[in-house]
């Protein structure tokens, strides 16, 4: 007696289909299986499993498909046959855990979704049988095609499911660089003097907008948000620049600001020289013969020089002579290059003074990125808060410089 081939069954008992699931049974019967030893139901079963998180099934979908698929056998998805899967409904309720009246409403949920499809006898039962070689000679029950026909779908949904993840997560990224670099700017624009008049405006946008990126679900909402916030973050760090020249260009400072007057560095091309006392109002002293630095002396380095023992400080200074204007500037953009915040370099130019600031930030431009422990931000804030002990010594950095760029017989004679 003759096998006769797998056909799809159309009996469905008392079922009630809707037609959706007419639809879905439809598509299913399209299904003449795949070629001779290529069917591989896990692979199947994979695809599946990582676009299920966006097909929007209820819970327990994953078990439950997962489950079928494992009762089924590779010959089971191949021309001729139909990977259909019989279990009781006794069993599917003590495997899933749930009453008979939410089993049936999974059923139905993943059969209106074109997961599998339910083929039941004229009575409504689920039985199979299969022959010696194990191949379905009868059965009813869930028939998974949808699966295999649904394959290059489910792994496109999951392909671009990931796209999307990485997407957000480099937008998120954006939105907390921005708005950490925004209170940042704050604090350091705070340390110069009274917030700008627009200060609460920044904060109230900050805070909406920082509120509109927690109910963000999609890429396209999230890129307008992080966007918006960098925006606001080039705003007032331009306002921060507009308040760093301000303070240096006042001499005493501006009005309501605090005076910054540095006694410890002159970084003056015109000024090379630390000032002398003062001979009597009568007669002037001759200036003294040039003699070399030592480290006992007071910190004393002309812009040229600190630009040239500084090369990266330097790639910043535009050509000609440096004025005092020009290296603040070029700092501002050190400080960025080597991670170091607008609130530690605005705490440092306050508690070092600018000048001391700028020639310790200067110094750890020349260290190699191995000579850090964990980084050159790091290693900066370490100078700032041994200034605060007065256990930092910049004079002897700064000679060792000389030395390295100079060499000893050839140290920098000031003039």
């Not at 795949?34 to 966006?54: N, S, V």
């Not at 002293?285 to 003699?291: D, L, Y």
């Amino acid at each position: 007696m003759s096998e006769a081939p797998a056909r799809p069954n159309h009996a469905s008992g008392s079922r009630r289909l809707n037609v959706t699931m007419i639809d879905a049974r439809d598509r299913a019967d399209s299904f003449a299986g795949l070629p001779p030893g290529t069917a591989k139901p896990l692979r199947l079963l994979a695809a599946f499993q990582e676009a299920e998180p966006y097909l929007g099934l209820p819970a327990h979908a994953f078990k439950l498909v997962s489950w079928l698929v494992k009762q089924t056998m590779p010959c089971d998805w191949e021309q001729g046959s139909r990977p259909i899967a019989w279990p009781s409904a006794r069993r599917q309720e003590e495997y899933l855990g749930l009453s008979g009246a939410r089993v049936k409403l999974l059923n139905r949920a993943l059969f209106e979704a074109g997961i599998f499809v339910i083929r039941d006898n004229e009575q409504g039962k689920r039985y199979g049988r299969r022959d010696a070689k194990g191949r379905i000679v009868e059965a009813y029950g869930f028939d998974l095609s949808p699966l295999a026909q649904r394959y290059d779908e489910f792994v496109r949904i999951a392909a671009e499911a990931k796209i999307e993840r990485d997407c957000m997560n480099t937008l998120r990224k954006r939105v907390t660089i921005a708005r950490r670099a925004i209170r940042a700017t704050g604090e350091a624009l705070a340390a110069l003097g009274p917030l700008p008049p627009d200060w609460q405006r920044i904060e109230a946008e900050m805070a909406a907008l920082i509120e509109a990126k927690r109910r963000a679900a999609r890429s396209n909402d999230l890129i307008l948000i992080a966007e918006a916030l960098e925006r606001r973050k080039t705003e007032v760090e331009e306002w921060l620049r507009e308040a760093s020249k301000a303070v240096e260009t006042s001499p005493t400072g501006l009005e309501n600001e605090p005076h910054i007057t540095s006694t410890n560095l002159n970084l003056d091309p015109l000024d090379t020289v630390i000032a002398q006392r003062k001979s009597s109002p009568v007669e002037a002293a001759p200036p003294p013969a040039p003699k070399p630095v030592s480290p006992q002396q007071e910190l004393v380095v002309k812009t040229t020089e600190l630009v040239d023992l500084a090369p990266r400080l330097g790639q910043y200074v535009p050509p000609g002579a440096a004025q005092w204007g020009d290296i603040l500037d070029a700092a501002d953009c050190l400080r960025r290059e080597l991670g170091i915040s607008a609130a530690l370099w605005g705490e440092a130019c306050i508690g070092m003074g600018r000048e001391r600031a700028v020639l310790a930030l200067a110094i750890v431009s020349t260290k190699e990125a191995a000579h850090f422990s964990r980084s050159a931000g790091g290693y900066f804030a370490g100078m700032v808060r041994k200034d605060e002990r007065g256990e930092l010594h910049l004079e002897r950095s700064l000679w060792a410089l000389r030395e390295a760029r100079y060499g000893k017989g050839g140290r920098r004679m000031l003039n």
